[in-house]
């Protein structure tokens, strides 16, 4: 992985060494965000890979489950503790489960499930992966600064600084990272698209291929 790595086009293999991944992401009840469907989807490609995949996020459930194997976890009500994503349950199982992965992937920041692996993992075994999904944009950085500069000093400086590699959509978002002065290994891998979900629709529209 480099700065400049680039997606691999060639048609999805079986795996030829099983990994156990776990993958994070803050919630994916919200259906219009990409991260709701985009970190799923890689999850259930992955698995059908043929890696062992786990997905662990914050209740609610989503009205319809893309990835069959997620874990959904309690959040407390109050406002601020709803807002960062604070869970005691997730914490509590990501310390445990942990223990069994080779590598962590973290989608998104600035919430408390994209600080917990950080935090709680040993050095050695796991490898920690960071997707920020477009949150180190000068825009999104402009935005809820009081709230960033908060969760930065709890424990997202130090999950961006000790990751082992950091993983972005475009040569825009390694800007960003490299803007922050973070040094580590960066894979900039376009999220895939399924084209067999979109074949009914192109050919619908096939004036415009």
């Known amino acids: 992985m480099t700065n400049g790595a680039s997606a691999d086009s060639s048609s999805p293999r079986e795996a030829t060494s099983k990994l156990n991944i776990l993958q ?43 990835f069959e194997r997620s874990h959904f976890f309690p959040c407390p009500k109050f406002p601020l503790a709803h807002r960062l994503g604070f869970s005691p349950a997730m914490k509590a199982a990501l310390r445990e489960e942990i223990q069994n992965q080779e590598i962590v992937h973290s989608n998104s920041v600035w919430m408390m499930p994209n600080i917990y692996p950080g935090i709680i993992r040993s050095r050695g075994r796991a490898k920690l992966v960071i ?41 825009e978002e390694l800007e960003d990272v490299r803007r922050l002065g973070l040094k580590q290994p960066v894979a900039v891998i376009p999220n895939g698209v399924r084209s067999e979900e979109h074949t009914s629709e192109l050919q619908s529209h096939s004036d415009l291929v």
């Open 24 to 66: 994070i992401v803050p919630r994916i009840a919200a259906e219009s965000s990409g991260p709701s469907v985009s970190v799923p989807s890689i999850s259930r490609a992955l698995e059908q890979l043929g890696h062992d995949v786990s997905l662990f996020t914050l209740e609610p459930r989503p009205s319809q489950l893309i």
């Open 131 to 171: 997707s920020p999904r477009g949150t180190l944009s000068e825009w999104a950085l402009s935005r809820s600064r009081i709230r960033k500069a908060i969760v930065w000093r709890l424990g997202q400086r130090k999950a961006l600084e000790t990751a082992d590699c950091i993983h972005v959509t475009s040569s």
